[in-house]
């Protein structure tokens, strides 16, 4: 069965810094997806990221963006200048194709951070 | 482009009482899933629909059910409702439940007491 550890339950940042959160997974696919969510206070779970596992490109998005390691089964996030807005629960998730037309999602634990003034 | 809407927003209910909870996703998207978020178990999938029928589903009790109208709007219905029943309710939406991503509502709040 496939799993998502986040080990880093809470993190804080410096405004303009830089940090990076963690995530490992386990699976014996070849064929994947995995993707960073961010949930706000306002609790709606926003998608940050996403890398499709058979590119070696690492994704990025403005400020946001992955190091992926597929061998080591590790998918950080970096967010650089760190802005308040930031200040959020993140997820990490992994999802992969179960049947025709479908994809099951499995989401990590989640890391708070928090961006100081 | 409105977004995923998820009424209503907070709901206390009673130990034994059942509960429906309303999605309505973007525009165009076909496929609604239901997360059930806890600060001990995370987010754990209950179900998806895609055209009206559930083609996934998660490891939830019977009483945990669901259905998705034409409109592809979705609801989920939980009977005999327990105090550990209590969380986060997660709506997402996508087109065909594809690979690209969902659009997530801000849920509803659930409260058993």
């Known amino acids: 069965a496939q799993t998502v550890t986040q080990s880093q339950p809470e993190m804080s940042v410096q405004e303009a810094e830089t940090v990076t959160l963690s995530c490992t997974y386990d699976?014996?696919?070849?064929?994947?997806?995995l993707f960073w969510y961010k949930q706000p206070p306002s609790r709606q779970m926003i998608l940050v990221i996403r890398q499709e596992a058979y590119k070696q490109q690492n994704a990025t998005e403005n400020r946001f963006s992955v190091n992926f390691q597929k061998a080591a089964k590790s998918f950080s996030l970096k967010i650089s200048d760190s802005q308040l807005g930031d200040t959020a629960m993140y997820f990490c998730?992994?999802?992969?194709?179960?049947?025709?037309?479908?994809?099951?999602?499995?989401f990590g634990t989640g890391t708070r951070l928090k961006v100081l003034a | 482009k409105a977004g995923v809407t998820q009424t209503p927003r907070y709901l206390i209910k009673t130990r034994g009482q059942q509960v429906t909870l309303s999605c309505s996703p973007i525009?165009?998207?076909?496929?609604v899933s239901w997360y059930q978020q806890t600060p001990g178990q995370g987010l754990q999938f209950l179900f998806e629909y895609f055209s009206e029928t559930q083609r996934n589903k998660g490891n939830f009790p019977g009483r945990f059910s669901g259905r998705q109208f034409s409109n592809s709007r979705s609801e989920m219905n939980v009977s005999t409702l327990e105090l550990g029943d209590s969380a986060l309710y997660l709506c997402a939406s996508s087109y065909r439940g594809d690979n690209y991503g969902y659009t997530f509502g801000s849920g509803t709040r659930l409260t058993v007491v």
């Open positions: 998730a992994f999802m992969k194709r179960v049947a025709s037309g479908t994809y099951k999602y499995i």
């Open positions: 699976t014996s696919e070849s064929n994947y997806y």
């Open positions: 525009s165009g998207h076909r496929s």
